[in-house]
């Protein structure tokens, strides 16, 4: 029902900064639970931060808090990742998703629209 476009990925050097956005079109996305996440060559997909559409509610992994800053702007409708003092281990492909999950429990399962992802690579 909800479609997402992530873009701003691009390659950056450890301590750079990048912005990811998502654009989201659809019905009723503006009451679901947004959230990025991250998938490296190899690994599995994992949570990165969770944002309520209003944004006035937010939750980090821990190896991004401080770091990271998850945001929307409901008139653009758009999220961002505001993406600070990368470091190599950051390197993956970021993808946002919306769903019906509780912004402190995640689980993949529980969100029901994903983009298609964008490649974020950050050099030692």
């Known amino acids: 029902q909800v479609q997402l476009v992530e873009s701003g990925g691009g390659l950056v050097q450890a301590g750079g900064s990048l912005r990811l956005s998502c654009a989201a079109s659809?019905?009723?996305?503006?009451?679901?639970?947004m959230g990025w996440f991250r998938q490296a060559p190899g690994k599995q997909r994992e949570f990165v931060a969770t944002?309520?559409?209003?944004?006035?509610?937010?939750y980090y992994t821990d190896s991004v808090k401080g770091r990271f800053t998850i945001s929307t702007d409901n008139a653009k409708n758009t999220m961002y990742l505001q993406m600070n003092s990368l470091k190599p281990e950051d390197t993956a492909v970021y993808y946002c998703?919306?769903?019906?999950?509780?912004?402190?429990?995640?689980?993949?399962?529980?969100?029901?629209?994903w983009g298609q992802g964008t490649q974020v690579t950050v050099s030692s």
């Open positions: 944002i309520n559409w209003i944004g006035s509610r937010t």
């Open positions: 659809g019905h009723t996305f503006s009451s679901y639970t």
């Open positions: 998703a919306a769903g019906s999950s509780t912004l402190y429990n995640v689980n993949l399962s529980d969100f029901g629209s």
